[in-house]
């Protein structure tokens, strides 16, 4: 069997498993292989890192998706300044996320406009980017929620869910 053959299979066998990374970095990762030396093992190592990324990358965009964030907004893109009575530390604190390791539950409260939902929205992308379940809902529309569960005898596997 010829190198273009090989070559030509393992193209045809990276398609056949849908392994659209590995297809797309297969030459790059070659050269580098070739330019560095690389073992084998390092180099399919290289090769599948490409994967493994995208498809971690893909498990976090659906989480957020349908976590139902009414935007996508960070912790980086909230103006501390803007609003001087919100504790910059703690909310930092809040993103590291060890209140969902004490099963510990936040509210925000306060006024229209100072930032509840942003900081919210905020925390909810952070625990979905480390793959955590996350579903935001504003608490009118969870009272409705309940409210009609309650009426359709069905509160108790709502409350569950």
Known sequence: MTLQTNYQRLQDNLAYLKLKQCMLHLDETIELANTQSLSHIEWLLKLS????DIKRQNVINHMVKISN????????????????????????DL?????????????????????????????????????????FIKCHDLIQNLKSAKDEGRLETRLKH
């Open 49 to 52: 890192d490409y994967e493994v």
């Open 69 to 92: 964030f009414p935007h996508l907004k960070t912790l980086a893109d909230f103006e501390f300044s803007f609003q001087p009575q919100i504790n910059e530390m703690q909310i930092k």
């Open 95 to 135: 993103a590291s996320l060890g209140f969902m390791e004490q099963a510990e539950n936040i509210v925000f409260l306060g006024s229209s406009g100072v930032g509840k939902t942003h900081l919210a929205t905020s925390l909810g992308i952070e625990s979905s980017r480390n793959r955590r379940s996350t579903y």
